[in-house]
């Protein structure tokens, strides 16, 4: 019996997959269903809950500042992953030219995206500080204001200022992966078009763009989840405030459920964050789609 499942590739590739699934399961199946069944509970920190239905999601419709904190996910997921695809776009194309110390603008480039998550946001707390902000000094030595802005004390400031150092943080990811995904493409083809008198600008649109369609739905996806479920940047920056502007449906439910002791809410508003996921997960879907119909495969 163990003979043939040795010589069984598709056996074989099972039990080498045994490990991972069992890692999947234990460290992510396992907490993900957990989470669905607190969010139909009334549980909290120190006290089993029961079971109360749909009840939390029918708080939580009628909750203004958990409609705020959806507002404010997709308004920051939606600008932030817009800006950080235009300049991490630009950025490859510039890297992949032939650049002098081009392998060292690359290596620089990554730093944003190693240094840690909690270091960056101190920077930029820093950064945004209301009294001490190295923007607001610039500012005011050059004339153009007379008092320095407030950066994370007013709403919609703090709104773009979150947005700002997610760009900053987000941008090597994306500039790394189409950069990649650029050198896949093979040169004679860009020189085929050139031949026949096409510009630069339709080069770019016509061969350069359509062959990166697949990597920019993939690394798009990617950029579109690690924003939308962003924590540890706001919670650092502003912890949600000021009056809640900035909460995000992560930070919301981290407050509601420890600082709060509110464990069957704070997961009702996690578990409402799937459908937001699972449109990034299809988008991502339909671009490898494309990719097989490029290739001419059903």
Known sequence: MFGRIAESRNWLGVLFMLPAAAFLIFFLTYPLGLGVWLGFTDTKIGRPGMFVG??????????PVFWLAVFNTLF?????????????LWLALLLNRHLPFKNFFRAIILLPWVVPT?????AFWWIFDSQFSIISWMLMNLGIIDRPINFLGDPWNARWSV????????????????????????????????IDGATPWQRFTKVTLPLLTPIIAVVMTFSVLFTLTDFQLIYVLTRGGPVNATHLMATLSFQRAIPGGQLGEGAAIAVAMIPFLLAAILFSFFGLQRRKWQQGND
């Open 54 to 63: 749909l009840e939390n999601y029918r708080w939580l419709f009628d909750d």
């Open 76 to 88: 920051y997921t939606v600008f932030a992953s817009i800006a950080k695809f235009g300049l991490g």
């Open 118 to 122: 909690v270091l960056s946001a101190m």
């Open 163 to 194: 947005i700002a150092a997610n760009i900053w943080r987000g941008i090597p990811f994306v500039a790394i992966s189409l950069l990649a995904g650029l050198q896949t493409i093979p040169q004679s083809l860009n020189e085929a078009a050139a």
